[in-house]
C-alpha cells in the first residue's frame, strides 16, 4: 500500500453560540481542515487539523513530494519525514504530522478490516467518558447566553440531563477570578455528587492561582487545570494548594514530559491527539505517566468527528486514563461524517467498532461547510468579538465586565 494523493478542505462547522474563553473566543464556528490520504488501492484515509485555512490546505499540498509512495504501515519513517526533531525547529509541522498520522492509521485499519484501538494495543473500555465542557458565551440565534452563575447552573443541567454528564469542566480566564470562583462553587452547590475542573488558560498570576487554589480546597474537584503559566508557576502553586494540578499547555512533547517527571509541577497531564503529533505518541506518553504515577486526561483542542474518532480510539486502549475525557463536541451544531454527530450515552461516546477510525465524510456536508467557510473565512482565535481593541496578557488583569450581556453575529 502507497500514498498517491493527498487532499485538504477547510470548513467552518457552526457551534451552538461564539464561545469566551482567557485569550479570545471561538466566533460561533470551527474552522478545520479536513485531510484525505488516498492510497493506491484505493482506500482514503482521513486525518483533521485545527483552523489554517489556505494556508493549511497548502502545507498539506506541498508535503506529497515527501510521501508520494510512503507505505502508511510504516509510521516511525512518517514521523522522521515530516517533522524530524531538528527540521521542526523551522517548519513547525507536528500538527501536520498529527493529521497524516490519522489518515495513515485509518488506512491501515481499512486495510485490515480492524479499528485502530486494536492497533494500538487493543480496548480496555468499549466506551470513553466525558466532562461537559462548560463556556462563558455570548447569546446567538437559538441559545441563551451563559454569563451569570444562575445561566451556568441551568445550561450545566440540561447538558446533564441530554447527555448523562457527572463531571463539569469550566472554562475560565474571562471574568474576574471572584466572580469565577462564585461560579464555580454555585456549580458545586447545583451538582454535589458530580466532580468539578477548572481552566482558566494559565491567565491568572501565581498570586491569583495561590488564592483560587485554596479556595476550593473544599470541594469535589477533580483537578485545577493550568491556574498559572509555565512549569515553574505550576510547581510553585503546586507546592502550597491541596488540589491536583493538570495542564495540557506546558507538558506537550517528551522533552516537557521528562522535566515534570524529574521535578513535578502537574499531576494529570492531558493528552492531545493534535498537540503531541498523533495518536501514538500520546499512547507512548501515556507509558511514560504510568511508570512515574502521572494521571492522564483526553484533551479536547476544538474537533469535529475525525479528531474525536482518533481520541476516542486513544481513550479505549489506555488502562491508566482515571479522568474523563474533554470534548467541545456538544457545542457543535452538526458535523462532516455520516451519520451527523456521534451521540453521548451516560456521558460516554461508544468506540467506533468500524475499520480504521470508522467513521466516514459525508461529501455533502463537507461541500457545505467548505462553502461557509469560504463565505466566512476564519476569525482571530485570540481576539474577542465583544471586546474591540482587547487582548491576553499572561498573567491577564484586563478582564471581561460581567454586567455586560451582549448577542454577536459573528
Known amino acids: 500500500m502507497k500514498i498517491v494523493d493527498i487532499r485538504a478542505t477547510t470548513v467552518a462547522v457552526p457551534l451552538e453560540a461564539p464561545l469566551r474563553h482567557s485569550n479570545g473566543a471561538h466566533w460561533g464556528r470551527f474552522v478545520r481542515t479536513i485531510v484525505e490520504v488516498e492510497a493506491d488501492n484505493g482506500l482514503v484515509g482521513l486525518g483533521e487539523m485545527g483552523g489554517g485555512g489556505e494556508s493549511a490546505e497548502s502545507a498539506f499540498r506541498a508535503l506529497m513530494p515527501y510521501l508520494k509512495d510512503h507505505d502508511p504501515f510504516q509510521l516511525e519513517a512518517l514521523r522522521f519525514k515530516i517533522a524530524n526533531p531538528t527540521a521542526s525547529l523551522y517548519n513547525n509541522r507536528t500538527q ?20 485502530a484501538c486494536d492497533l494500538l494495543g487493543g480496548r480496555v473500555r468499549d466506551a470513553v467518558p466525558f466532562a461537559s465542557y462548560l463556556f462563558f458565551r455570548y447569546a446567538a440565534e437559538g441559545h441563551a447566553e451563559i454569563r451569570t452563575p444562575d445561566q451556568l447552573v441551568e445550561h450545566t443541567a440540561r447538558l446533564k440531563a441530554a447527555h448523562g454528564f457527572t463531571v463539569h469542566k469550566l472554562k475560565g480566564g474571562v471574568f474576574p477570578p471572584d466572580y ?3 461560579c464555580y462553587r454555585a456549580l458545586a452547590e447545583a451538582f454535589p455528587g458530580d466532580r468539578l475542573r477548572y481552566d482558566p488558560n494559565a491567565v491568572l498570576s501565581v498570586a491569583e492561582g495561590l488564592r483560587f487554589g485554596r479556595a476550593i480546597e473544599g470541594l469535589n474537584n477533580d483537578y485545577l487545570e493550568d491556574p498559572v503559566w509555565g512549569l515553574e508557576g505550576l510547581r510553585i502553586v503546586r507546592e502550597q494548594v491541596k488540589v491536583p494540578l493538570a495542564t495540557n499547555t506546558v507538558v506537550v512533547n517528551f522533552e516537557q514530559l521528562a522535566s515534570n517527571v524529574l521535578r513535578r509541577g502537574a499531576d494529570v497531564i492531558l493528552l492531545d491527539t493534535t498537540f503531541w503529533g498523533g495518536i501514538r505518541p500520546c499512547v507512548k ?3 511514560v505517566c504510568e511508570t ?3 494521571g ?3 484533551h479536547s483542542s476544538g474537533e469535529l468527528g475525525i479528531q474525536l474518532a482518533t481520541m476516542l480510539h486513544l481513550g479505549a486502549v489506555l488502562p491508566n486514563l482515571t479522568y474523563s475525557a474533554d470534548a467541545h463536541y456538544h457545542q457543535l451544531r452538526d458535523d ?6 456521534l451521540a453521548y450515552a451516560d456521558g460516554a461516546i461508544a468506540v467506533p467498532d468500524g475499520p480504521g477510525l470508522g ?3 459525508d461529501k455533502e456536508r463537507v461541500a ?5 467557510y469560504r463565505e466566512m473565512g476564519g476569525y482571530p482565535y485570540d481576539r474577542d468579538p465583544g471586546r474591540p481593541g482587547w487582548y491576553a496578557t499572561v498573567p491577564n488583569e484586563r478582564f471581561a465586565d460581567p454586567t455586560v450581556s451582549l448577542e454577536i453575529t459573528p
Open 96 to 115: 501536520l504530522l498529527a493529521a497524516i498520522e490519522f489518515a495513515c492509521i485509518d488506512l491501515i485499519g481499512q486495510h485490515l478490516g480492524v479499528p
Open 336 to 341: 462532516v461524517i455520516e451519520g451527523g454527530k
Open 180 to 182: 469565577e470562583l462564585e
Open 368 to 372: 457545505r461547510y467548505a462553502e461557509l
Open 296 to 298: 492522564v486526561a483526553v
Open 292 to 294: 512515574f504515577q502521572l
Open 359 to 361: 467513521v466516514r465524510l
Open 285 to 287: 506518553a501515556a507509558g
